[in-house]
């Protein structure tokens, strides 16, 4: 594979650049075999080949001193620097950098769990720590708390949060349950916010707004800082828990679920996000798509319909759960299971209904109570390990989640590809969840999801409905939907970065913020330059 | 109802008395590692129980149901391991030095080859 350099670089002032950041982490701690060692710092699950976008070397940072250190190379060389922690964000472009030729930053050698606080529920990480770690540490001590996961549990808690990733217990809306960041600025200056600022305080971890400006959004999905530690608040373990499935028969049933489901989750009668999961994905989940299918064009409906026979499930699944005691589960429990029944052809299953062996309600099951587990990555298989995923946010209402469904796969099946969708229920609106799914060996379904993915962001935003998050390939994009005042959100974010990070060199591009100081042909070039 | 990790936690330790016997107890350390690497970044995919582990359930397609599970099979060279491992492979993808060390590596080769208990093994 070709060696990539950072924009503009000489090889052989970056061969010195690459000798001071060997005496900073080590020499085994940076790795510079593209065909080897940096492999893995290669996303292999998007739209584009799998080396498109190839870091110059990735250096493996293991304490806030050590970034403090590459810092002060990396503003000495210009070298672009891409930050990563757990390293996992598939289906967004993985551990990839934004550019050929960028330094990968990996702090997941950063992967202490600094704290477990079980009285006031919470705990304080490193960029590094997974959710199975964190999971197996709370089991290890006994502690009564639980943890919420992303789907894959292999994820990290502060790139998730960060990213503005969901879960699934009542605490799922990751950045909301976070609570202080320690961040390391561009000029190597370290920042604690909120309470944390204090010297001596008694509640960095438990209050969210300390005095003035609440500043941890800014580094959420941005490039004005590398987060170093964050503090999560963590669920105590509920007495009762009841996890349940209602099952719905036509495609159209989906307005009334969704009205039926406002009212349950804004009053917080339903403590979860329920997922409004289409029998497409609930099937795509547990099956090989070849045992029903073996063309490469869309699965036909009927055949379809086979696969809700086989696995018992309908053309929409609402998963949730009931968190409390049982007194209280006693009273909900009734009304949601007569408003969700109220809908003609509904099923209800609880904890018991369903077959042992059935994937689905055992990984939600096991979700929806923070335990991690990667049963829903399966979905990488069903096209052949290519997936890109959409999150338009739609207000939670019949009429726009119809809208948003209909318009969806009308594109999925204008580029040919299973549309597999789920909406999560978050509340006042819903995240309408699109996974795209392709075999990335192919040359041309990777052209199709790629026109695909950028005709879903189009079209979202043509109806009001804003991206969550994107793919590397698509940031500039969604970045470019975000434009009403005359840009002014981006040029908010453009007076942060040039402030923040004069030298330009944190994550340039990120959600299509790029450093002013740049040429116009070294922004959104993947290629990079390289020999 | 003896949870299978408590199992095979019972079934490891006798293996790594074993093990210490012969080279060392520095062996089952690193063994005793290995499934914890295991546990972070590989049993969830590769755990046996083809309908909840995504790669055992492709496994069952393109080989056989046999052959799904990974765990204990002696077929799959130290060499093919580390490559899948740190390339990645078709719908996997592939582990950093800084998640799996090149130590780390040889220690959860080690063990996934190993054979795997039985439940009569684990109770003995």
Known sequence: ?531 | MVRPRLIFRAWLTGAMLLIASGSGAGEARKLEGAERTWAFYCEGCHAAGIEEHPGTLRLSYTRSPELAAIRGRQDLTPEYLRQIVRMGYLEMVGFRKTEISDDELEALIKFIRLPVPTQAQGEK
């Open chain 1, 1 to 531: 594979m070709k060696r990539y350099y950072p924009q503009g670089m000489d090889p052989a002032r970056f061969d010195q650049a690459v000798k001071e950041l060997q005496q900073v982490v080590g020499e085994e701690w940076v790795f510079m075999d593209a065909d080897t060692e940096l492999q893995p710092y290669l996303d292999r699950m998007s739209a584009k080949p799998i080396d498109y976008r190839v870091p110059s070397i990735a250096v493996a940072a293991a304490s806030v001193e050590e970034i403090q250190a590459v810092l002060t190379i990396a503003r000495a060389y210009s070298l672009p620097l891409w930050s990563t922690g757990n390293g996992r964000n598939f289906a967004y472009g993985g551990p990839a950098v934004m550019q050929s030729g960028y330094v990968h930053l990996d702090l997941k050698r950063m992967n202490r769990i600094i704290e477990v606080n079980e009285d006031l529920a919470y705990a304080v990480v490193e960029p590094g720590v997974s959710y199975y770690q964190l999971y197996q540490h709370i089991q290890e001590k006994g502690y009564k708390l639980w943890i919420d996961c992303a789907a894959p549990g292999w994820g990290g808690l502060i790139g998730n949060a960060h990213e503005h990733g969901a879960g699934y217990t009542p605490y799922g809306d990751h950045f909301t349950f976070q609570n202080g960041t320690e961040v390391v600025l561009s000029d190597g200056s370290v920042v604690r916010t909120g309470p944390w600022a204090m010297n001596g305080s008694k509640t960095p971890h438990i209050v969210k707004y300390g005095y003035g400006p609440y500043l941890d959004g800014m580094f959420t999905q941005g490039n004005f800082g590398i987060i170093t530690k964050a503090g999560f608040w963590l669920m105590p373990e509920p007495p009762a828990y009841k996890p349940f499935l209602f099952t719905y028969e036509r495609d159209e049933d989906l307005h009334q679920i969704m009205e039926i489901l406002r009212p349950l989750k804004i009053n917080q009668v339903i403590p979860n996000s329920p997922l409004v999961e289409h029998g497409r994905y609930t099937c795509c989940v547990q099956a090989n798509r070849e045992d029903y299918w073996t063309e490469r064009t869309p699965v036909p409906e009927p055949v379809w319909q086979q696969m809700y026979k086989d696995f018992d499930v309908g053309a929409w699944n609402v998963y949730g759960a009931l968190y409390g005691t049982d007194e209280t589960i006693a009273i909900t429990w009734p009304m949601v299971k007569q408003a969700l029944l109220s809908i003609p052809g509904a099923r209800a299953f609880e904890q018991g209904d369903r077959p042992d062996n059935d994937v689905s309600w055992n990984y939600r099951e096991k979700l929806m109570r923070g335990e991690p587990n990667m049963s829903e990555f399966a979905m990488v298989n069903w096209g052949g390990g290519g997936h890109l995923n959409f999150t338009p946010l739609t207000p939670s209402s019949g009429a726009h989640a119809t809208t948003s469904y209909e318009n969806m796969a009308k594109i999925f099946e204008k580029y040919g590809f299973d549309y597999l969708t789920e909406f999560v229920a978050a509340g006042r609106a819903q995240i309408h969840m699109l996974i795209l799914a392709f075999d990335p060996r192919d040359e041309d379904e990777r052209q199709r999801a790629d026109a695909c993915s950028r005709e879903i962001i189009l079209e979202a935003a043509r109806l009001g409905f804003g991206e969550l998050k994107a793919n590397l390939e698509y940031m500039d994009l969604v970045a470019g939907t975000y434009n009403n005042m005359d840009n002014g959100l981006a040029k908010l974010n453009q007076k942060l970065k040039d402030i923040l990070d004069p030298a330009g060199i944190l994550s340039p591009g990120k959600s299509g913020i790029w450093p002013s100081g740049w040429p116009e042909d070294q922004k959104g070039n993947p290629q990079g330059n390289g020999d």
